[in-house]
Every structure is written in structure tokens, then in C-alpha cells.
């Protein structure tokens, strides 16, 4: 059966106490001269304490030292890094705090007392687990992997870590091939769909084929993913051409359509859009592709002033048709960037700009000089992919990056596709252990 395991305190300052990482169990203190030789037997093989078992340990999250400070510990690990967890923070985040069946914490952060300190600290056999008995009146104990210490380790180094993007995005024009991932393959076989993640997270698209022509199967992938997110448009749509009487945009016609990102009228627009193509036109209807990053990057490059600009300055865009009887307006940048300085999102449609009223008399005629230079920039024919979706062909867009048109078309041509938020594309990038 497993015993009580103890910690060996080897040295003690005033404001100090650091405490190995070997823990045997108890019947060892029977015999003095067992416990000393399983001692020195630790030291000898530090680090990994591989007498505990046969696997090796990763040096990450391999255990040298723990030294109790006033308000917290202080790891040192196997590779050289040193962490420090406030003791508070502990008792917050101890193994179990979240159920099982809500992922939900079911303990009250209010009610750890802000001078907690520990009674006993322990590593258990096999160098695993840290485990702690605190000091209060019910002698609770706490629990904690070494493997989740250190990966939520919150020093400044390992938050440098977890802010780079495991999955980072490529910019790409007018030579990016195209490559269709079977209908089948993403619906029924979860590495071809981690694959296809993969993909649709560096270039902002995602091609299918062998789709049928079917709302149902249009869901389908959908579903894959996450919630499909309901607008005034509905939530799974078309785009076939409408009585004029009926049109609440111009998706809904055959007019040429420049490349743009929907939603740009909305405070959150949607991050995917997806398109299955159930008609293509006998007579033009391309499909228009322009990757935004790269857009960016060459508008830093070409004109850092316009640069600045259209990320620093807000422009109204709205939408409003009496056929819908919606109103729609806000006020947002062209570019944004994250908490990190990086762009994380690209908002753009000349058509649904609103009345430029918002803006300084001194930005005005910046804002002219400077949407020449990025209208020019996202047309280039050198950034411009045309593919032409056919029947059962479908297209999956990150639309806060990739921006998408038409050429105009002649006949009937027909889409049907739904919008998706970031938060589901997140949770699945995060299931397929694809972003932290």
C-alpha cells in the first residue's frame, strides 16, 4: 500500500527553509541506516530520482529544490528554471478545484486567508506530485502535478512562452496553391481534421470537396468545429440572387464584389465564414481571395504613415437596408493588434463605410491620401488568388484575416454557408492542442 511520504529538510535560514525533493516512505525511518543510504542513493542520482521508477523524468518538469519564502515557495526544476508560486495562489489552484462534470471551480478564492502558510511540504514518490498541509484550523492538504506546476508557471520567462503562438500564421499572394481536404476525410477522421486546422490557422483558409449539396451537410462541418453563430441573415444562408425588393446586400446580386471581411458593421464580426458551392455560374463568378496579413505587411513596408493610420484611427462602417430593418454602425480600426502588439485582425469593406463624420479635420484628407495606398495594396493582381468553387467544392475563411469577393457572373450561382465566432474556432484549435 503507499505510505505517508515525509520531506527531508536539509538546511534552515531565518526567512529561509529549503527542502529537497526526496520522499520516502514511512517504515524507512525504522532503520537509520536505510533511510541515510536511500539518501545518499537520491543525491547521487539527482536529477530525475529514477530509483522511484524506470521512465525517465523530463528535466522540465523534474524537481531539485523547494524553498519556503514568507509568502510562497520557490521551485527550482530540473532544466535550471525557477519558479515561485505565492502561497495564496496555491491554495487556489490545488488538484480538484474544478469539477469533473461542469469545469467550474468549487472553492471560494474569498475565503483564503492572506497570510496562509504552509504546515508540511511533501514531494511525493516518483517525484509526480507536490504535495502541502497548511496551516489552518482544518490542517487542509492540497495537491499538484510537477508537469501542471511548471507548465502554469507564471514567472516572466514562462508567460513569454505562452504568449508565442504555437501555431503562427504565413502570409501568402498570388502563388499559394490550393489544396482540398475530402468532405469525408474532415467530417469522420479527427487527424485529417487536425490537419486541416492546422492549415486554416496559418493561411486564414480551408478548401473542401465532395461536399453534397445539403444544409445538412453544410452543418455537418460546422459541427466539427463548434456553434454556428446566428446575424439577421439567418443561420445557415445562401447567396443565390434576390428580387430587388429583397435585397438587404449586395452578396445578393451578380455584381462584382471587391475583396472585403463581413461583418465589419459589427462590434465582434464573425472570425470563420464558410461557403459550399451548390451552383456555379456558366459565366464568370470567381471566387476573389486576399490574405489581409499581407496586406498589412506590405502597407508597413510601402507606407508606415498609412500604417499607422488605419491602426490608430477609428472609421465608422454600418449597415442599414429597409428590407431587414436593421441599423448597424460602430466605430472601429482597420487594423488591430492584441494585448502583445501583434495583429490579430484585419477589418476591411470599402461598401460598408458610414459617414466619415467622426474624424478631425486634420485626419480627413490623411484618411483620402492614405486609403489610396491600401485600396491599391489589397487589388494588387500580385496578392490575388481566383479560384472558381464547383458544385460540392466549399470554402472555409478566417475572416478576421482573409478577405473575399467575386467576379461579377452571369446565370445562377449559389453558396450556402454559415458564420462561426473566434471563441469556437479557439476551443477547437485548443481541443486538437493546437494553441495554448
Known amino acids: 500500500r503507499v505510505q505517508e511520504p515525509v520531506a527531508f529538510r536539509l538546511r534552515t535560514w531565518p526567512s529561509t527553509r529549503v527542502h529537497s525533493c526526496i520522499s520516502i516512505s514511512q517504515p524507512a525511518l525504522a532503520c537509520p541506516f536505510v533511510c541515510m543510504a536511500a539518501i545518499a542513493t537520491s543525491l547521487f542520482r539527482w536529477p530525475g530520482l529514477r530509483r522511484f521508477s524506470s521512465a525517465p523524468i523530463p528535466p522540465r518538469n523534474s524537481c531539485i529544490t523547494i524553498g519556503q519564502r514568507e509568502n510562497g515557495l520557490q521551485v527550482a526544476w530540473g532544466d535550471g528554471h525557477k519558479s515561485f508560486f505565492h502561497y495564496t495562489w496555491l491554495r487556489d489552484h490545488f488538484e480538484g478545484v474544478f469539477m469533473a462534470t461542469t469545469g467550474q471551480r468549487d472553492f471560494d478564492a474569498c475565503l483564503i486567508p492572506l497570510d496562509l502558510r504552509p504546515e508540511a511540504v511533501h514531494v511525493l514518490p516518483c517525484n509526480s506530485k507536490l504535495h502541502i498541509t497548511w496551516a ?6 492540497s495537491t499538484y502535478t510537477l508537469p501542471w506546476l511548471r507548465n502554469n508557471c507564471y514567472s516572466e520567462t514562462e508567460r513569454a512562452v ?42 486564414g483558409t480551408l478548401f473542401m470537396k465532395g461536399i453534397p449539396p445539403t444544409i445538412e451537410a453544410t452543418r455537418a462541418i460546422a459541427n466539427r468545429i463548434g456553434c454556428i453563430r446566428n446575424t439577421f ?10 428580387d430587388s425588393d429583397k435585397i438587404n446586400d449586395t452578396a445578393y446580386t451578380t ?51 498609412a500604417y499607422d493610420f488605419f491602426s490608430s484611427r477609428l472609421l465608422p462602417f454600418r449597415h ?20 502583445h502588439g501583434a495583429v490579430f485582425r484585419f477589418r476591411w469593406n470599402n461598401d460598408d463605410r458610414g459617414t466619415l463624420n467622426n474624424l478631425p479635420a486634420s485626419d480627413v484628407e490623411d484618411f483620402y491620401k492614405h486609403l489610396q495606398t491600401l485600396n491599391k495594396i489589397v487589388r494588387d493582381p500580385a496578392l490575388s488568388i481566383f479560384p472558381v468553387l464547383g458544385m460540392g467544392d466549399g470554402l472555409l475563411v478566417n475572416n478576421y484575416r482573409v478577405m473575399h469577393g467575386r467576379r461579377s457572373f452571369r446565370g445562377s450561382r449559389n453558396l450556402i454557408g454559415w458564420y462561426m465566432g473566434i471563441d469556437e474556432l479557439e476551443s477547437c484549435a485548443r481541443r486538437l492542442s493546437l494553441i495554448e
Open 255 to 305: 455584381l462584382e464584389l471587391k475583396p472585403h471581411t463581413d461583418g465589419t458593421y459589427l462590434h465582434d464580426p464573425p472570425a470563420l465564414q464558410f461557403f459550399n458551392c451548390t451552383e456555379q455560374a456558366p459565366i464568370g463568378g470567381a471566387t476573389w481571395l486576399v490574405d489581409g496579413f499581407r496586406v498589412i505587411e506590405l502597407l508597413l513596408a510601402q507606407s508606415p504613415a
Open 233 to 242: 441573415y439567418g443561420d445557415v444562408w445562401d447567396t443565390a440572387p434576390k
Open 136 to 141: 489552518d484550523a482544518e490542517h487542509t492538504s
Open 162 to 203: 505562452r504568449a508565442r503562438v504555437r501555431t503562427p500564421p504565413i502570409s501568402w499572394d498570388s502563388s499559394a496553391p490550393i489544396t482540398y481536404v475530402p468532405f469525408e476525410n474532415f467530417v469522420h477522421d479527427d487527424s485529417a481534421m487536425k490537419s486541416a486546422i492546422t492549415g486554416l490557422l496559418t493561411h
Open 320 to 339: 442599414t437596408s429597409p428590407n431587414d430593418g436593421m441599423h448597424m454602425l460602430v466605430h472601429k480600426k482597420v487594423i488591430e493588434t492584441n494585448e
